[in-house]
């Protein structure tokens, strides 16, 4: 049973970074067998993918949105992977949720940040963005 923790979320001032952790257990190297995905939802929202990276590959993927303020990355050796949050604006304040997913679909495009196709998640983590 595949097993997904995340952590690393808190209050932040705008400007300000997080890095969050999702640490994966259940299967040996399992991030060599699943994408993992990164998500949140924030109030009042539908949860939207904000990145993801691939199983063997390490390859990576970003919304629009959050594009060259976040960087996902993993320790293979640790099975975490982390995502890192600069610059952080009032509107990042959610809950950030890691999933594992199938690798069949295309790591290099939007489809890998759509939530059908993720199946084990994590229980969140809260990101608050506030002065």
């Known amino acids: 049973q595949v097993q997904l923790v995340e952590s690393g979320g808190g209050l932040v001032q705008p400007g300000g970074s997080l890095r969050l952790s999702c640490a994966a257990s259940g299967l040996t190297a399992i991030l060599d067998y699943y994408n993992i995905g990164w998500f949140r939802q924030a109030p009042g929202k539908e949860r939207e993918g904000v990145s993801s990276?691939?199983?063997?590959?390490?390859?990576?993927y970003y919304a629009d949105s959050v594009k060259g303020r976040f960087t996902v990355s993993r320790d293979s050796s640790k099975n975490v992977v982390y995502l890192q949050i600069d610059s952080l604006k009032p509107e990042d304040t959610a809950v950030y949720y890691c999933a594992a997913g199938t690798t069949l679909v295309s790591p290099l495009t939007d489809v890998v940040l759509r939530e059908g196709f993720y199946d084990y998640w994590g229980q969140g983590t809260q990101v608050t963005v506030s002065s």
């Open positions: 990276i691939s199983d063997s590959d390490g390859l990576t």
